[in-house]
């Protein structure tokens, strides 16, 4: 049960914030390549001392600049809900 609140306490350090990854683009706001759910999962480690798998984050594919949904399932019953915004480096 301890591990439980633990995780939820974990989620709401998370739920709702917004993560910013710089990335290089090309022209028409496209970038070079695509942003990983493995720098979402190192961005998000990193910021809110939560460690998080990146097989556990959900996110379209980012291939320009802006504001993505994403949600990450701490535990079967537990996920969060933030938002990923993509700017230029």
Do not use: C, W
Not at 30 to 41: C, D, M, P, Q, Y
Not at 53 to 59: E, H, L, N, Y
Not at 61 to 89: C, M, S, W
């Amino acid at each position: 049960m301890n591990k439980v609140i633990h995780i939820k306490e974990n989620a709401e350090k998370i739920n709702g914030q917004t993560v910013v990854i710089k990335a290089k683009g090309g022209a028409n706001g496209k970038l070079f390549g695509s942003v990983t759910a493995k720098e979402i999962a190192n961005i998000v480690t990193t910021k809110f001392a939560v460690k998080v798998d990146k097989r556990k984050i959900s996110v379209d594919d980012i291939k320009a600049f802006g504001t993505y949904n994403a949600q990450v399932r701490l535990h079967p019953q537990v996920t969060a809900d933030f938002k990923v915004q993509v700017v230029e480096e």
